[in-house]
């Protein structure tokens, strides 16, 4: 028998339903949720990203902006667009789409967003929040997988995790959100010896590797939850997962695709993230 696939787009599409209500909701009172997005460069596969971004915060009726900035420009620069982008009242996200050129930190850049509106949950504030459990921007993608496990009604207290991947972005928050949720969190990552010993007692796997195909059945114990966060070309340049797919269909218990998986969740979770930020505003003006 096939494994249940746990449709992305599906749940992505039902969730942003409920952030455009929410959309409407403020806009009645007066306020427009806001997303900026800053471009450094002309890397194909960000513009495409941000191109995603923009259209998707158009569609639900949010406000958004692309700011592009030349490959060459300044680390200072970018730094003097964040801080106006802190102050400015009409925007309640900002995204800095990632990698920058190298002669930018990024670190720098990241910890310069006001923590009020780093909606993406990379900046050192948010981090330390979400690691203490307390109130902040969850990181998307792991945010998204969350959401995906949710809506799916998959119980995920009491149910070993094991996560493939300890990345800042995916990886590493990714345990933390389960760990929250009472499962028992081991991570793995390129100096993990015979990965495989780990996989098998997963009840759930999430894959969060970069590697086309990497995961296969003799990773996955018979009924396991597989979430593949990877996007990857394969040797035919198509669009592929961490995951083996077929090899692991009829295993697992359930499995996300690729695409139609994680992907669409990523940027769900960031136009959630934005309204949050913009419902926030409206809280502080009336306390
Ligand atoms: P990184 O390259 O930052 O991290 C990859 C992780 O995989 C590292 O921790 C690395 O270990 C680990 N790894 C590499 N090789 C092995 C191996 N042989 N065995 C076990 N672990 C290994 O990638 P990201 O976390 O940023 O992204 C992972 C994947 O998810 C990519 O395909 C990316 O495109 C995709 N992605 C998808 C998103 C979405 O919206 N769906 C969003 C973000 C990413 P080590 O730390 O030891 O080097």
Redo the contacts with the bound molecule.
Sequence with gaps: MSSAIINGKEIGQEIRGEVAIRVEALKKQGLTPGLAVILVGENPASKTYVANKQKSCEQIGMYSELIKLPAETTEENLLDQIRTLNEREDIHGILVQLPLPKHINEDEVIATISPEKDVDGFSPVSVGKMMLGQDTYLPC?PYGVMKLLEYSGIEVAGKHAVI????H???KPMGQLLLQKDATVTY?????PD?PSFTKQADIIIA????AN?ITKEHVKEGAVVID????RDENNKLCG?VNFADVDGIASHITPVPGG??PM?ITMLLSNTVQSAENVLARQTT
């Design positions: 993608t493939v991947g300890r990345s972005i995916v990886g793995t990552h390129s100096k993990t990965l969060a590797v970069g590697r990497f966060v990877g996007i990857n961490d994680v992907g990523t």
